[in-house]
């Protein structure tokens, strides 16, 4: 009998071991795609893990913050260029710190795509391109369902940056070429095409996205981008009824290195019981996720923010938006400077500054620390400390893990962060125009 538990218990070993190790080389179920950050064990980019500082990781992560922030409020309907701001190969998570696995063309093939819920435009280096970083490349001849957009289709003169010249030879148009620039000194050169996406189980048939030629500097993200946006050309709108215009997420922390988290796409398997809050659109900003924030409390405190601070302006691009690619929440200055101000009277100092966050303090002084809400129209959302703190191993400080837009972005924007929306479920139900936000653990 105690050689057959022996044996039994062996077995059960090997069965979780070996489902351990084949987590990374599948998705979590029919629509609900396992969401991998660079520091986790199943990114495919050979990132470092998580140094003995897990504070200066951070740091170093949300200094390119301000670039995001610069992009975002430019986000405005135009037809100049796009520029993104995506750091170098080697630190190339910036705008997203999450990817996803994608399947393009039939047969699929791999790629692993950042999320991005502020852009709409879907893009992957393919097979030939001139500068592309990655060895994993877009093979369009391979796919038999593969084919260019020609600029007379819509979808042609939705697309940033586009560039479609006259043949002049008065029969037929080009092919659909556009030029997109990223962080100032990096850009790619693209052809709109079509071919079947697949997510999960799932297949979106004819999906419009960018096939990159050429790339200048090393900005770009190595296996393309995903876009979540609310535009016309997101996956939302060209899924059509497949995900009735509703998908979630579950971000996992940076310091999950063993863990993914997950982004359920349409209704089913969403949670039923879950408070929400009205999106907000922007017709001059169509692929942000704006939100009514109303107020914060720091503890018990309301914070004395000016409505104008928080209010959204279609106008002039004022608001909140909930956002991926940022790592960490920032607020217009005022705003933010009244939220940090309370806070330190409610902790003990002295306070010092690190990188982005400029209040640190004695870790064993955060026992007192106050929770934060944020305050939505129709539901309050108390951030819990992990979210709220950020802790150093190599000294004994706790920072504050929040922001104030940078003085030299003119940003009217309130960006929530991914550090903030770590191991919580965010609803977007784009068909209904609301967001929903619910405590989950991301593993």
């Keep these: 009998m105690a050689l057959s538990i022996a044996t039994f218990l062996l077995i059960t070993l090997l069965s979780t071991t070996s489902s351990a190790s084949d987590s990374c080389a599948s998705s979590k179920g029919n629509s609900d795609l396992s969401i991998i950050h660079i520091y986790g064990k199943c990114s495919p980019f050979n990132p470092p893990k998580p140094s003995s500082s897990f504070l200066n990781t951070v740091i170093n992560m949300a200094s390119k913050d301000p670039q995001r922030l610069s992009y975002l409020s430019s ?21 997203g710190n999450y990817v996803v696995k994608a399947k393009i063309g039939t047969p699929g093939q791999l790629m692993y795509m950042v999320l991005d819920t502020s852009n709409d435009n879907a893009w992957v280096p393919c097979s030939g391109c001139v500068g592309c970083t990655s060895n994993t490349l877009f093979a369009p001849t391979t796919s038999s369902t593969y084919g260019s957009v020609d600029c007379s289709v819509p979808e042609c003169t939705q697309v940033r940056g586009l ?45 419009a996205f960018g096939c990159i030629s050429a790339v200048s500097g090393n900005a770009i993200p190595p296996q393309g981008l995903l876009g979540l946006g609310r535009g016309s050309m997101s996956l939302m709108s060209q899924s059509g009824s497949l995900y009735s215009g ?58 004395p923010i000016a409505p104008e601070q928080l209010g959204f302006d279609s106008n002039t691009g004022a608001g909140t938006i909930i956002d991926s690619g940022t790592v960490i929440t920032r607020f217009v200055p005022p705003a933010y400077n009244a939220i940090r101000d309370e806070f330190r009277k409610q902790v003990k100092g002295p306070f010092s500054s690190l990188g982005a966050f400029d209040t640190c ?25 992990e979210n709220t703190l950020i802790h150093s191993s190599a000294t004994p400080l706790a920072c504050l893990a929040m922001a104030a837009a940078p003085n030299n972005v003119n940003s009217v ?22 967001v929903g936000i619910a405590r989950e653990v991301c593993n």
């Design 413 to 434: 924007l309130n960006v929530i962060a991914n550090l903030q929306q770590q191991n919580l479920r965010i609803l977007f139900d784009t068909a209904n125009s609301r």
């Design 163 to 207: 560039s479609c010249t006259s043949t002049g030879s008065g029969s037929g148009s080009s092919a659909c070429f556009f030029n997109q620039s990223y962080g100032g000194d990096s850009s790619f050169y693209a052809t709109l095409s079509r071919d079947s996406l697949g997510l999960a189980n799932d297949v979106v048939p004819n999906y």
């Design 246 to 303: 509703v998908f979630s997420y579950c971000l996992p922390s940076f310091k999950s290195y063993y863990f993914s988290g997950s982004l359920k796409l349409g209704p089913l398997g969403q949670p039923k019981n879950i408070k929400t809050t009205p999106l907000l659109k922007n017709p001059r900003r169509p692929s942000l996720y704006y939100v009514n924030l109303t107020s914060v409390s720091v503890g018990r405190v309301q914070v």
């Design 75 to 95: 986000l405005v309907v135009s037809k100049k260029p796009t520029i993104v701001p995506i750091a170098p190969a080697q630190n190339l998570f910036n705008i």
């Design 361 to 385: 303090f004695a870790s064993p002084n955060e026992a007192g620390a106050p929770a934060i809400t944020l305050h939505f129209e129709g539901m309050d959302l108390k951030l819990p400390m």
